[in-house]
């Protein structure tokens, strides 16, 4: 089945533990990879983000998945494992402290399982491409 990777860093001017805090918000997700959209955040005793129901909007058609924390090493790694019905893989995102701010590295590793997103998934690979960058420089923004 095809597959993809991508991976794009940014500076931040945030410290780490603001980063990591903000990477615990469901809500930061939306707009990151395929993520449209983000609903049913569960969050473990010391609030860290365990698991969340996420929607896709790919060519016209709602995917709807689930992202599941698979890592979560405080505060410098967060990884959710995303799963719909024609697409599987990893978000994978890394902070680097700089001082007194950090770095942040975000990357995706996406699988295609189903033959409908086989046949769709140049433009899938696409889409994300040309707009995986501008995600990542968006979700710094909020930090």
């Known amino acids: 089945m095809p597959s993809m990777s991508i991976s794009h860093s940014v500076p931040l001017s945030a410290s780490i533990e603001d980063a990591w805090a903000k990477l615990q918000l469901e809500d930061t997700w939306a707009g990151i990879g395929p993520i449209s959209y983000v ?42 494992d995303m799963d719909t019905s024609e697409i599987v893989g990893h978000v994978t995102t890394v902070l680097t402290e700089t001082g007194d701010t950090c770095d942040v590295t975000v990357s995706i590793d996406l699988t295609t399982k189903g033959m409908l997103s086989a046949m769709f998934f140049p433009a899938i690979k696409g889409a994300l491409n040309s707009g995986f960058p501008q995600q990542v420089e968006d979700l710094a923004a909020t930090i």
């Open 39 to 80: 609903s049913n955040p569960e969050h473990s005793a010391d609030g860290t983000l365990v698991s969340f129901e996420w929607g896709a909007n790919v060519g016209g058609k709602v995917y709807r998945g689930t992202a599941t924390t698979i890592e979560a090493t405080e505060p410098t790694r967060f990884v959710l």
